[in-house]
């Protein structure tokens, strides 16, 4: 029975389909048995694979439905994970993948404004755990600015919220750009070495 990994957020622009394409790629070339949903109407995740055209390490599916916590069930029978690419401003898809998971990531770049926008999330992730008290949350600070610390406010608005921050940090590197435009991975391309074990780090804190 897979695992499964929801990434969101109500606020856009902040890297979700880029780090699960490239968490997703990780684990299967690990020779884990990998499935991507892509629940965003806009499809970045299969343009990805589109890209790609061959050579597949994994399965995307598109599945932009507020039904998804009934239709993974049957899908968790074949894969080792499976990780869902969620849509921003959409409450209903959202609500329906937290509530099919085992652990859900709100990626945030480190600005005050998207540890506010967050806000609504939460809300999101506490109303189902009524329903499924077993899922967990993480924050996943994304697309940091390299050579820059992450403000005092924004680690201060953080701890307000009853959900962990992973101490693995992802920045905003060309590579991630590269790798979405390319159809590869940033482990694939084998330009930047940092961006690979950000990567890295974040996975063995998943596992």
Not at 129 to 141: A, H
Request: proline share 2%.
């Amino acid at each position: 029975m897979a695992k499964i990994i929801g990434i969101g957020n109500q606020k856009g622009g902040v890297g979700k389909t880029t780090l699960a394409i490239n968490l997703a790629g990780y684990f299967a070339s690990r020779k884990k048995r990998i499935l991507v949903i892509d629940a965003d109407k806009q499809g970045s995740a299969l343009d990805w694979q589109a890209v790609r055209q061959e050579n597949n390490m994994f399965n995307v599916l598109g599945l932009p439905k507020d039904s998804i916590h009934k239709e993974v069930k049957s899908l968790a029978l074949n894969y080792d994970y499976i990780f869902i690419d969620a849509p921003a401003n959409s409450a209903n898809i959202l609500r329906s993948i937290i509530l099919a998971t085992d652990l859900f990531l709100i990626p945030i770049t480190p600005s005050s404004l998207d540890v506010w926008s967050a806000e609504e999330v939460v809300k999101l992730l506490n109303e189902a755990k009524i329903y499924n008290e077993k899922i967990k949350s993480r924050f996943v600070i994304n697309r940091k600015i390299v050579n820059t610390t992450i403000g005092k406010e924004v680690l201060k608005l953080l701890k307000n919220f009853d959900i962990p921050v992973c101490k693995s940090i992802v920045s905003q590197r060309i590579s991630f750009a590269e790798s979405m435009s390319s159809g590869m991975l940033v482990e694939e391309l084998n330009t930047d070495k940092t961006a690979t074990e950000e990567i890295k780090n974040l996975v063995k804190e998943i596992e």
